[in-house]
């Protein structure tokens, strides 16, 4: 009985003392792996710092700059209207554009047939001003006859360019700082032929993005104007020119004689040889022809 029992107690000893250490061995690796994933997330962190400075926007990105930037847009229209009077429309439509800030690009007049005038003009308007010279531009003419607005949106194409610069900008500044610490002449030259091409591409990249703001900061109108007055022509405004006519008319007679004439000896002169022998011929057979008809001799 008593040795059944010291074993068991023994037995519950050596379990209990097991258990302890288990424990306190759990207890270390435990902290022991808390610590490595402290390192880890911490070492992730930078990296993940590095890649987010390094790496260029992706689309997710992209279109979030677009909601909260205003959008850009190009703005185009052509009108083709009718005037009283040219000069007049065409004074008005300059003094609009100076009104609104604009300028004037091109500027054309034509004179038809009918002694009617029309022109073409092509101005630039300030976008925040597009809608309210339209309405002034036509408010000038006499009659619409057409009226085409359109519009390019350019916002995603700008944000693009935009991060591209911005990449090329920090491509820039790695070289400069490389071209500071360079101290061999062959890592010198490579630098700076590379740091050559990346300021070209900027060069380019500030350009579409100067064009662009230009673009959608200004809109583009053609007008087209003609005028709608009827010509009537007075008494004694077109010039009958009689004497003149006659002497063109006799000119164009005497022409005609002379080059007929001139036809004529052309003609004869250059056929002379087969002319001879049409008439050689002729007047052998004329000769031969009268022979035969003529009655013989009476015999005495």
Same mark, same amino acid.
């Given at each position: 009985m008593k040795k059944g029992y010291l074993y068991r107690l023994l037995t519950s000893l050596l379990i209990i003392f097991l258990v302890s250490c288990s424990s306190?061995?759990?207890e270390e690796s435990k902290s022991t792996t808390e610590m490595a994933q402290?390192? /880890?997330s911490s070492g992730s962190n930078e990296i993940a710092v590095i890649d987010k400075e390094e790496q260029p926007a992706d689309e997710a990105t992209v279109d979030e700059q677009i909601k909260e930037s205003d959008r850009m847009i190009i703005h185009r229209a052509n009108m083709e209207v009718q005037v009283k009077s040219l000069e007049k429309a065409q004074q008005n439509i300059e003094k609009k554009v100076k009104k609104y800030g604009g300028y004037v690009v091109e500027s054309n007049e034509y004179r038809d047939e009918n002694h009617l005038m029309s022109g073409h003009s092509i101005v630039r308007i300030p976008e925040k001003h597009f809608l309210a010279f339209l309405e002034d531009a036509e408010n000038t003419a006499t009659e619409v006859l057409g009226r085409n607005v359109s519009g390019q949106d350019v916002t995603e194409e700008y944000v693009d360019l935009e991060?591209?610069?911005?990449?090329k900008r920090a491509v820039e500044e790695r070289l400069l700082g490389f071209m500071k610490e360079a101290q061999k002449t062959e890592d010198l030259l490579k630098i700076s032929k590379d740091l050559s091409k990346v300021q070209e591409e900027i060069e380019v990249l500030v350009g579409k993005m100067k064009y662009l703001e230009n673009q959608t900061a200004y809109s583009t109108v053609e007008i087209y104007m003609r005028e709608s007055k009827v010509v009537v022509p007075g008494v004694g405004d077109n010039n009958l020119d009689t004497w003149e006519k006659t002497k063109k008319q006799l000119a164009v007679s005497l022409n005609f004689l002379l080059s007929a004439a001139s036809g004529l000896v052309v003609l004869v002169i250059g056929n002379l040889p087969i002319i001879l022998l049409f008439v050689l011929l002729g007047a052998g057979? +004329? +000769?031969?022809? /009268? #022979? #035969? /008809?003529r009655p013989p001799r009476s015999r005495e």
């Open positions: 306190n061995d759990t402290m390192d /880890k991060s591209r610069l911005k990449s057979i +004329y +000769y031969f022809i /009268k #022979r #035969r /008809k």
